[in-house]
Structure formats: structure tokens, C-alpha cells
T-cell receptor, first 117, second 111 residues
């Protein structure tokens, strides 16, 4: 299947700093990417839908000014957690939709574990 | 809210077939059934999807009932590496349509 990468795989930062997470589709062009967050022992929660060249659509309750999403190209979307706080510590996962893979199968990255001290 | 119901957990002996059920009684006519799995601390892995016909690939088989209100994912010869949380999701998965994850089934393969 298609490959989606994320960088970094884990990051530790101090409270108040900003952290950028990259999501790349390696062998296909993704017009739509998604960002999820997963807390321990919970399921994935969709944060936002990212479309190339346009503003992201955020889910209810997700602060768009805190979680900045940029989808500048068909293979790269970034999530920036601004002024991170300990409660933002979580597992962040992106996914990308491959429009060539039959019914636009959605492929997930390996995730980025964020720890805010 | 997730539109599927799955058992919270299941065990299966190594080498046996693992059968994971999923109820999706409110599925719409143009919605697909998708199965993903998540091994601990990794991103979800796509397994298989179907609309109304049974499907098979190198990983698994998907059996969808005629009324499409339920389905079963079959791992024909489970191995220890199949231990994971399995998510059954219904949706249309094109354009901006989103997939909503439920709580999934935690499958443990017993040696």
C-alpha cells in the first residue's frame, strides 16, 4: 500500500514552545490529509481535514489558532502545536487519501508522540 | 459518533482463524465498510474494505451480510503479530468525507 511518513517520530518540548510535525505522502499525491490525536487507551479523534492550497477544516472543539495546519503541496501537510502545554501531550497521527487506490483508501502515518514538560 | 459496534476484546489461538464481528445497522447505501488495525504505538494500518460483496486480499477476508447491517473480518491463520486493536469503520471515504473511529476490538493472539 501507499506510504505516509511523519517527522519527528517523537518530541519532547518545554511548556510554551511551539512544535511542528510534518506529514508526507511518499509515493502518491494527496489532495486531502487528515490529522488525528490519540490519548492513552483511547481511540483516534479527528482534529482537522487538510486540503492542498486551502484552509483546513477543524472539528468542533479543536482550536484552529492553537493547532495550525498547512497543506502547501500535494505531498506535505504540517501541524504546528503553538504554545504547547502538558495537556497537549498526545500521539498525533496523520493520514492521506490516495485517490488512485480504488475507493480512495486512506493511509496513516506512523504517528508522532509529543510530550510537553 | 461512530456508526459501528464491536466487541471490546477477543482472544484467538495462534494458527486459528480470527473472526471479528462488526454491527453497522445504520449503514447507508453508498457507504463502504473499512477495517483498519492499530498495533501498539503505531499508526493504523489499512486491512480491507468492501461495499456489499465479500472481499479477500493477502491480509484478510471481509464477509458482509446481505442486508449490509453487519460484517466479519477474518484473519485466516492468526499469528502473534496480529495482536492489535481492530477498527471497523463505515463511510464514503472520498473528497472531504471523514472516517470516524470507534473503540475497536482488542484482539489478543494466544500462543
Amino acid at each position: 500500500g501507499a506510504v505516509v511518513s511523519q517527522h519527528p517520530s517523537w518530541v519532547i518540548c518545554k511548556s510554551g514552545t511551539s512544535v511542528k510535525i510534518e506529514c508526507r505522502s511518499l509515493d502518491f499525491q494527496a489532495t486531502t490529509m487528515f490529522w488525528y490525536r490519540q490519548f492513552p487507551k483511547q481511540s483516534l479523534m479527528l482534529m482537522a481535514t487538510s486540503n492542498e492550497g486551502s484552509k483546513a477544516t477543524y472539528e468542533q472543539g479543536v482550536e484552529k489558532d492553537k493547532f495550525l495546519i498547512n497543506h502547501a503541496s500535494l505531498t506535505l501537510s504540517t501541524l504546528t502545536v503553538t504554545s504547547a502545554h502538558p495537556e497537549d501531550s498526545s500521539f498525533y497521527i496523520c493520514s492521506a487519501r490516495d485517490p488512485q487506490a480504488g475507493v480512495e483508501t486512506q493511509y496513516f502515518g506512523p504517528g508522532t508522540r509529543l510530550l510537553v514538560l | 459518533d461512530a456508526k459501528t459496534t464491536q466487541p471490546t476484546s477477543m482472544d484467538c489461538a495462534e494458527g486459528r482463524a480470527a473472526n471479528l464481528p462488526c454491527n453497522h445497522s445504520t449503514i447507508s447505501g453508498n457507504e463502504y465498510v473499512y477495517w483498519y488495525r492499530q498495533i501498539h504505538s503505531q499508526g493504523p494500518q489499512y486491512i480491507i474494505h468492501g461495499l456489499k460483496n465479500n472481499e479477500t486480499n493477502e491480509m484478510a477476508s471481509l464477509i458482509i451480510t446481505e442486508d449490509r447491517k453487519s460484517s466479519t473480518l477474518i484473519l485466516p491463520h492468526a499469528t502473534l503479530r496480529d495482536t492489535a486493536v481492530y477498527y471497523c469503520i463505515v463511510g464514503r471515504n472520498f473528497g472531504n468525507e471523514k472516517l470516524t473511529f470507534g473503540t475497536g476490538t482488542r484482539l489478543t493472539i494466544i500462543p
